[in-house]
T-cell receptor, first 113, second 116 residues
Framework: DTAVSQTPKYLVTQMGNDKSIKCEQNLGHDTMYWYKQDSKKFLKIMFSYNNKELIINETVPNRFSPKSPDKAHLNLHINSLELGDSAVYFC????????????FGDGTRLSIL | AQTVTQSQPEMSVQEAETVTLSCTYDTSESDYYLFWYKQPPSRQMILVIRQEAYKQQNATENRFSVNFQKAAKSFSLKISDSQLGDAAMYFCAYRRGGGGADGLTFGKGTHLIIQP
């Protein structure tokens, strides 16, 4: 059983399109996150949700909108895709509590043509 | 803001030897957590080891151990008896203490090459 699963694993699309990436965790965790890994492998937090509420929203264009229908799911919707959005997007989850590690999904590689 | 610095973009080690990856961080917090994650070519992010800042004892996990120097804000990872499967990007990460939903702050990573 995959603990944190993302779909799709690969996404190739044209500039200007709208796309979504889905994330589900079956670990019973309270908190979920989205990270972006750029072409130089640098990872940066984008959003975090705790029990369906947005906690962190780093400096991310408002074309990116996370949606959490329940605490096991955190989807990422991206409008009007731009070339600079090409990256690997990782979903992660952790149990609320001091110092609990984050468990990552396998990532979604988004390529904008 | 917290920053994490990994000064070695790439390291190479012979199989079965020991290698140490460096990490320094900057924070004004006294309560925090440090992690090492491994990212093999498969792209997965795998937790290698975790250290609580309030613990003086260095964490160990089998062949992996850390040298945590709180005053120097240093958190290096030692891999003993290196194996081919250890080849990967290694990321050092920081998280503020106190619970909550803080994200991890990552360093830029070190690419570890294992030579047979």
């Amino acid at each position: 059983d995959t603990a944190v699963s993302q779909t799709p694993k690969y996404l190739v699309t044209q500039m200007g399109n709208d796309k979504s990436i889905k994330c589900e965790q079956n670990l019973g965790h309270d908190t979920m996150y989205w990270y972006k890994q750029d072409s130089k492998k640098f990872l940066k937090i984008m959003f975090s949700y705790n029990n369906k509420e947005l906690i962190i929203n780093e400096t991310v264009p408002n074309r990116f909108s996370p949606k959490s229908p329940d605490k096991a799911h955190l989807n990422l919707h991206i409008n009007s895709l731009e070339l600079g959005d090409s990256a690997v997007y990782f979903c992660a989850s952790s149990q609320e509590g001091i110092g609990q590690p984050q468990h990552f999904g396998d990532g979604t590689r988004l390529s904008i043509l | 803001a917290q920053t994490v610095t990994q000064s070695q973009p790439e390291m190479s080690v012979q199989e079965a030897e020991t290698v140490t990856l460096s990490c320094t961080y900057d924070t004004s917090e006294s309560d925090y957590y440090l992690f090492w994650y491994k990212q093999p070519p498969s792209r997965q992010m795998i937790l290698v080891i975790r250290q609580e800042a309030y613990k003086q004892q260095n964490a160990t996990e089998n062949r992996f151990s850390v040298n945590f120097q709180k005053a120097a804000k240093s958190f290096s990872l030692k891999i003993s008896d290196s194996q081919l499967g250890d080849a990967a990007m290694y990321f050092c990460a920081y998280r503020r203490g106190g619970g909550g939903a803080d994200g991890l702050t990552f360093g830029k990573g070190t690419h570890l090459i294992i030579q047979p």
